[in-house]
């Protein structure tokens, strides 16, 4: 058998919802075979199990597990990374699969990008300066922002059942320092400073004064210190390193 059919085989034995007779004929040792297969499935649903315990914990172990053998038979993972997989997985999941309610789904969203952020490599791609408004400013490279309808960044409450709508935007980034992942909450005010400076497009002031036109906002007193607080938190937690050369 030629070394491609052999793959295509192995991958269907592996994935499929049942190996066919016919693959496992092809590829010989059948007892060897669905021993793989059961490992190979064992281990990447353990590892979406151990990256999203809290969509685990809403959606019940018999509904997740269904949602992890959908998505290898229908899609399979694509990935040679075990950490990669989960993002493959939720993002299948989501698109396919009637999760109810919205929240349930925006947890599935934010545990797998918490995981993403987590494990993905990132690092800063040239000299940081001090921050400077009239420098374009340097945005951590592993943020993300996220804008979701619930607030499921925050476990629920002893006795609550579900999330309340609460318009949420987070910023998920990985400290440079000590690798510490972090999840912030921003104003909406915020969250559209970050993202425009994001874009590491034109300098800090002119994202400032671009996004405070956007919003109708005056540039008064209350503003700028509130954009003082602001640039104080996001230096101090490692959102925003300084400014680029």
């Known amino acids: 058998?030629?070394?491609?059919?052999?793959?295509?085989?192995?991958?269907r034995i592996c994935f499929s919802r049942e190996p066919s007779e016919e693959d496992l004929d092809a590829v010989g040792n059948r007892a060897r075979w669905l021993l793989y297969?059961?490992?190979?499935?064992?281990?990447?649903?353990?590892?979406?199990?151990?990256?999203?315990p809290r969509t685990l914990e809403a959606a019940g172990e018999v509904r997740f597990d269904a949602w992890v053998d959908e998505w290898f038979a229908e899609r399979a993972p694509r990935t040679r990374y075990f950490w990669r997989v989960v993002a493959e997985f939720a993002e299948y999941t989501r698109a396919k699969a009637a999760i109810?309610?919205?929240?349930?789904?925006?947890?599935?969203?934010?545990?797998?990008?918490?995981?993403?952020?987590?494990?993905?490599?990132?690092?800063?791609?040239?000299?940081i300066l001090p921050i400077d408004f009239e420098r374009v400013p340097f945005v951590n490279p592993t943020l993300t922002l996220l804008e979701l309808a619930h607030a499921v960044h925050r476990p629920l409450a002893e006795?609550?059942?579900?999330?309340?709508?609460?318009?949420?935007?987070?910023?998920?980034?990985?400290?440079?320092?000590?690798?510490d992942t972090v999840t912030w909450s921003l104003n909406p005010m915020g969250a559209?400073?970050?993202?425009?400076?994001?874009?590491?497009?034109?300098?800090?002031?002119?994202?400032?004064?671009?996004?405070?036109e956007a919003r109708n906002a005056s540039l008064n007193a209350s503003f700028l210190?509130?954009?003082?607080?602001?640039l104080e938190g996001l230096l101090e937690r490692g959102l925003l390193l300084g400014s680029r050369r």
Request: aromatic residues 6%; contains cysteine; negative net charge.
């Open 225 to 230: 210190e509130s954009l003082a607080g602001l």
């Open 192 to 212: 559209a400073l970050v993202a425009r400076w994001q874009l590491e497009q034109e300098t800090l002031e002119q994202a400032v004064v671009a996004v405070a």
């Open 37 to 52: 297969r059961n490992m190979v499935r064992a281990r990447l649903r353990r590892v979406c199990r151990v990256a999203l």
């Open 1 to 11: 058998m030629k070394l491609e059919l052999s793959q295509d085989a192995i991958q």
């Open 100 to 127: 109810e309610p919205l929240w349930l789904q925006e947890l599935m969203r934010y545990e797998a990008l918490h995981w993403h952020t987590r494990h993905d490599e990132g690092a800063p791609d040239a000299e």
């Open 159 to 179: 006795g609550q059942a579900s999330y309340p709508e609460e318009p949420t935007h987070l910023a998920l980034f990985r400290r440079i320092e000590d690798d």
